[in-house]
């Protein structure tokens, strides 16, 4: 899976049952629209639901924490070696880094569209759709994939323990359809679920993390994760800092809720470095107790365990309490999927109420809220590929293979974002451009970033993986097909001047 001014940007006032009449600012790079005939009707999401531990939670949820260090602290480990809590260290602070413009735009432009605003108003409407195109398709497919790896992952820890289990698929559909009931009843509901949750699998991991520090294996308790001295390889350490960048991806998902937030110019710039900064907490503190509860004399064992370190290390220092980490482990699984729900069905809503996706999909439920459209397609698209693709390639298969096409598609977003954060505070908030945030910042998350390409694709990884670009590349080809064939051709060029506005928020 990152407070300043009042906005002074362009903005429509989005009320339910009027046309959207656009505002103009001088300074704005879009042009001000002329009052539209009823071409898009939608409601509002509820705003004020949510308080700063709820946008906090959908942000920490979406990075999915337990999943996040327990199943990558081996790979870390096999390439850092001791300094693993090191690389995780310095991976926190390249999404430090890559947060800091973001935080800047979710100040001025609080909107469900997110990504979409951002680079909307930042570079323009054709590269705003695009940018939110490509994560709206990954944040709607990631559940299945999710889903599928969750339903594996008990399927075989059940058969093992006490020799039954059902059917990965079984689980995985039981997972889809809570998150869609959680979508369909509304963001409070979703929220709730998330705080306990995120708050329970935080728990276990600190705990067993803290238990290795109490019980220490070969070798002690000792800090030599956190020097330099400790790196091995210079090559094996950079890769372990640049793919563990993507563990912390999830903290831009806090944009999502903004206006359903209580104040979103001020709760989401600190639920997105709110978030990272809990998550890099607590990634380092796992990844430096878990090394130490198997022993920094036997990391080899560690990085090459057919089993997950974490399940190993809670039936040693917990009496055969593996089981508890197995439930915060489908707990991670069920809370990101919940997560990239609601962030997934927020973005489309906001791309569709300016007109730049079909306005069905800005239609809101009456009852709950909540975009209903979105919402019942993104389900059905989570579960179509979950079974037509998940059960012919295999649940592993398809969580390596969307999972690695997600770290495609974040790439050109996150820079995109940079370049629309430069435009934006050099063109529309002189007055607040820095060279620091707004230049520097972005030219350093821009090179990791581009690294990170780079190394996931050099050398080529094995089948299905290696197939991941090529899927990236044809979610960003039907982006392109959708803008030409359909928003771009004439008479349907209005979203363009709607497609940087913001809701009606304080």
């Known amino acids: 899976m990152f407070d300043l001014l009042n906005c002074q940007c362009a903005h429509t006032y989005l009320v339910s049952g009027r046309n959207p009449v656009a505002v103009a600012d001088p300074a704005s790079p879009l042009p001000a629209a002329p009052p539209q005939p009823n071409k898009i009707v939608h409601s509002e999401l509820r705003k004020g ?8 939670m959908q942000a920490v949820a979406q990075i999915s924490p ?27 602070i390249v999404c430090l880094i ?20 951002y680079v909307s108003y930042g570079i323009g409407p054709r590269w705003g759709f695009l940018t939110g195109w490509l994560y709206a398709i990954m944040v709607t497919i990631v559940p299945a994939a999710l889903a599928a790896f969750t339903g594996a992952v008990l399927q075989d820890e059940l058969t093992a323990k006490i020799g039954f289990g059902l059917p990965w698929w079984v689980y995985a559909l039981a997972i889809l ?21 995120s708050m329970f699998e935080i728990a276990v991991g600190l705990g067993l993390a803290l238990t290795g520090v109490l019980r220490p294996g070969p070798g002690g308790v000792n800090v030599a994760g956190f020097s330099p001295a400790s790196i ?16 912390f991806t999830g903290f ?7 206006e359903e937030s209580r104040d979103p110019k ?17 990634y380092v503190v796992c990844a430096w107790g878990l090394q130490i509860g198997w022993g920094t004399d036997n990391l080899d064992a560690l990085a090459n365990s057919s089993t997950a370190p974490a399940f190993v290390l809670a039936d040693r220092l917990w009496s055969g309490g593996s089981v508890v980490v197995l439930i915060a482990l489908v707990n991670s699984g069920l809370g990101v999927c919940i997560a990239c729900t609601t962030s997934s069905t927020r973005t489309i809503f906001g791309m569709a109420r300016t007109g730049s996706l079909p306005a069905p999909l800005a239609r809101v439920s009456a009852t709950f809220a909540t975009p209903i459209t979105a919402v019942y397609l993104q389900s059905a698209v989570a579960i179509a590929i979950c079974l037509a693709v998940g059960l012919p390639l295999g649940p592993y298969n398809l969580f390596n293979l969307l999972g690695t096409t997600g770290t495609f598609v974040y790439i050109p977003i996150f820079i995109l974002m940079n370049i629309a954060a430069f435009r934006f505070f050099r063109t529309t908030h002189p007055e607040e451009f820095r060279v620091l945030p707004f230049v520097v910042c972005p030219i350093i998350s821009t090179v990791a970033l581009l690294t990170i390409g780079y190394n996931s ?41 709607r497609a940087g506005e913001l809701p009606d928020v304080a």
Do not use: K
Request: proline share 6%; with cysteine.
């Open 66 to 92: 337990t999943l996040g260090i327990f199943y990558t602290i081996a790979f870390t480990t096999g390439q850092a070696g001791r300094a693993a809590p090191l690389a995780y260290l310095a991976a926190f």
């Open 266 to 282: 001020r709760l989401v710039p600190r639920a997105i470095s709110g978030s990272l900064a809990l998550i890099g907490l607590f």
């Open 98 to 117: 890559i947060a800091v413009p973001m935080t800047g735009l979710a100040r001025h432009l609080p909107s469900a569209g997110g990504f979409y605003t």
């Open 232 to 247: 091995g390889s210079s090559s094996g350490f950079f890769l372990a800092i640049v793919l563990s960048i993507f563990a």
């Open 252 to 258: 831009e998902s806090a944009a999502a809720v903004g």
């Open 177 to 197: 359809v809570v998150c869609f009931a959680c979508a369909y009843r509304g963001i409070v509901i979703s929220i709730r679920f998330l705080v306990v949750m």
């Open 49 to 56: 639901s949510i308080g700063l531990a709820g946008v906090l």
């Open 457 to 497: 694709i050099v050398p080529l990884p094995s089948a299905p993986v290696v197939f991941a670009p090529v899927l990236a590349a044809a979610y960003l080809l039907v982006g392109v097909l959708v803008l030409f064939g359909r928003n771009l051709r004439p008479g349907r060029r209005d979203w363009m001047a």
